[in-house]
């Protein structure tokens, strides 16, 4: 008995399986690590604004959607170094611009009772590059 509570059924498992998703992005940090209250969190991410049914697709899964302003809004989280393309599929870099529409390869993990269903992100693929304004620059 002892010890057949020590192993996981395969059904204790989730299996992740990669899923993608379209928006436009609110915050990049996919060059370097996010900051929070002056620490390194140790993590890559990016913030986009997505469609009503891309938002109520996430929620039927368990994942947390903030409104924002009337927007549906999302955070995707990386430990790892996330791969970044253009829209031909060539490797892009640097930060990718406040209001780019991008697609994003992410997966699910285990839902958490109080958190939600967590997106890790896997990879970014710039659709149409936003224009950086010498304004916000200046800021």
């Known amino acids: 008995m002892?010890?057949?509570e020590l192993f996981f059924n395969n059904e204790d498992y989730l299996i992740m399986s990669s899923q993608v998703i379209e928006g436009v992005v609110n915050f990049s940090n996919v060059t370097k690590h996010d900051v929070f209250n002056g620490q390194?969190?140790?993590?890559?991410?990016m913030t986009i604004t997505m469609s009503e049914?891309?938002?109520?697709?996430?929620?039927?899964?368990g994942v947390k959607i903030k409104d924002y302003e009337g927007n549906k809004q999302r955070k995707f989280k990386s430990k790892y170094?996330?791969?970044?393309?253009?829209a031909e599929g060539n490797a892009y870099n640097g930060e990718v611009p406040y209001?780019?529409?991008?697609r994003l390869k992410y997966k699910t993990g285990p839902a958490h009772p109080v958190h939600g269903t967590?997106?890790?992100?896997?990879?970014?693929?710039?659709l149409e590059e936003a224009?950086?304004?010498?304004?916000?620059?200046?800021?």
């Open 81 to 86: 170094t996330i791969g970044m393309y253009d």
């Open 2 to 4: 002892f010890l057949r």
């Open 40 to 45: 390194d969190t140790g993590t890559f991410s």
């Open 131 to 139: 224009e950086v304004s010498a304004e916000a620059v200046d800021f």
């Open 99 to 102: 209001n780019s529409r991008v």
């Open 53 to 61: 049914d891309d938002a109520a697709t996430l929620a039927a899964q």
């Open 118 to 126: 967590p997106t890790y992100l896997e990879a970014v693929k710039v």
